[in-house]
């Protein structure tokens, strides 16, 4: 790694690391993001075309962006003018290849996942990637940079970015999830990493190897990222590794947040300006509207993300000035919109109807429901062997209807959708998701009428 990358790396991990020193109040964190946002706003006026006629005045002159329309003005939103065709056949190069050192001049250049529809790029400097990893390090290593570590990160796709991580005593190894699992565990048992990160469902198939004693591994901490982590899978991850499971919130819009000492999981209000759009605010139930205060290449200024969060309503224990939530509830797609009594559509939270079908029996293993239009579900069940599966799917059937009659929604039609139990050789680069809706609805078409 080069002298200068290594010293941005130690400056970036520095600086957050005395972060909290210097700002020690929520009114100094507030101070110091408008200071940095102004910069932000001003730099966004002059480098970005698509914000050259925005008027002067604060964030709410600037429009807010969903990922439809942000990826129409693709190219008036990079420094470089990149189109987005040509920095997806980068992208897609790059994994065809498997070869994730590929660059674009000096810029990283990467693949979102797609899971929330059409994928997007983004674009990355070498003083933006000495940051994010002096940043991710600080707050996600355990111990200090000098007591060194191994990481082991299991991902769909590598990228520059992650590779930057190592440096020093710090040793990064990238598992890339196309390849055999076998593989994978004779490589990461070698390593023997003191930090592992992956998605829930590979965590799972990690903690049973563990189980089935292919698999000797005892990290000194557990990283769940890139999907929702829910109760179910945490049990069963954390029962395996002794550990608690801790997660990364990163997307390809930023490192957006981590778990903290006390178990919640605090936005990085150093890293970014978080809006609220509230889907229900008697629960604390937000979609995050993202604002970059650091991001210099492409525009992150009002982006709505798509995740629907759940903010906690007490003090966190940690002490941490910054915005906890609860949970990360999913996808606004994992959002159910149910007509309610009234004839107006309402939400089923994916949490409420988790709860509800894997309580509903000792036999369900896993689930799958799947929403193709307003008034019926398709419900999938992965059912113990031996198990009566139409009973089952009564149960759960039963269970549903009982928290949207709870909910005041009016009842629909649950269909079997066939079982939940993944096919042999399933793909792990395919991100899980329990609980999905599969046409659009806005945020504001969820929420319940004003009063008067």
């Known amino acids: 790694m080069a002298g200068l990358d290594l010293a941005r790396i130690l400056a970036a991990y520095l600086g957050s690391r005395l972060f909290s020193k210097h700002v020690k109040t929520r009114a100094q964190l507030e101070r110091w993001q408008r200071r940095r946002l102004r910069q932000a706003l001003d ?3 002059k480098r970005f075309p698509f914000y050259r006629d925005v008027p002067a005045g604060g964030l709410d002159a600037f429009p807010v962006l969903d990922k439809t329309a942000w990826l129409a003005a693709f190219r008036e939103l990079n420094a470089p003018g990149l189109g987005l065709d040509e920095g997806r056949r980068i992208a897609a190069e790059a994994e065809r290849r498997r070869d994730f050192s590929h660059l ?6 990467g693949l979102s996942t797609g899971t929330s529809g059409r994928q997007g790029v983004f674009l990355v400097s070498p003083r933006e990637r000495a940051r ?3 940043v991710m390090l600080a707050k996600a290593l355990p111990g200090r940079l000098q007591d060194g570590a191994r990481i082991a990160l ?6 520059p970015l992650y590779s930057t991580l190592s440096t020093g005593r710090v040793r990064f190894a990238y598992f890339d999830l196309r390849r055999p699992l076998a593989e994978l565990l004779a490589e990461v048992e070698s390593l ?7 998605p829930p ?6 903690a049973a190897a563990l189980g089935e004693r292919r698999l000797r591994l005892a990290p000194r901490r557990v990283y769940s990222l890139a999907e929702v982590l829910d109760p179910h899978d945490e049990a069963a991850i954390s029962a395996a590794f002794s550990l608690p499971v801790h997660q990364i919130y990163q997307a390809s819009e930023g490192f957006l947040g981590l778990t903290c000492g006390a178990g919640r999981i605090h936005l990085n209000e150093d890293l970014l300006v978080f809006e609220k759009e509230y889907v229900d605010r008697a629960t604390g139930r937000f979609v995050p509207v993202l604002t970059d205060l650091h991001r210099r290449t492409q525009a992150i200024l009002r982006f709505r993300l798509g995740d629907v969060l759940v903010e906690s309503r007490e003090p966190c224990p940690c002490g941490s000035l910054f915005l906890a939530i609860d949970r990360i509830e999913g996808r606004f797609d994992d959002v159910l919109a ?15 109807l988790t709860r509800a079908v894997l309580g509903a029996s000792p036999a369900i293993a896993d689930f799958r429901c799947i929403q193709n239009e307003p008034s019926s579900l398709v419900l999938a069940l992965e059912v113990a062997v031996g198990a009566d599966a139409g009973l089952v799917f009564a149960s759960a059937s039963e269970a549903l209807l009982r928290i949207c009659a709870e909910q005041r929604l009016a009842p629909p039609a649950v269909q079997p959708g066939g079982t939940a139990r993944p096919e ?7 991100k899980l998701r329990r609980v999905r809706r599969t046409f659009p609805v806005a945020p504001a078409d969820l929420l319940p009428p004003l009063a008067g």
Do not use: C, K, M, N
Not at 104 to 109: C, K, P, Q, R, Y
């Open 132 to 134: 994010w990893a002096g």
């Open 104 to 109: 674009e001049g000096d810029l990283a250049v």
């Open 43 to 45: 730099h966004a006026r």
């Open 154 to 159: 299991f991902l769909r796709s590598g990228s």
């Open 192 to 198: 023997d990493p003191t930090v592992l990160a992956a």
């Open 201 to 206: 469902q590979v965590l799972r198939l990690l």
């Open 338 to 352: 149910l007509p309610s009594f009234g004839g107006r559509l309402a939400p089923l939270f994916a949490d409420y």
């Open 424 to 430: 042999p050789g399933a793909d792990p680069t395919i």
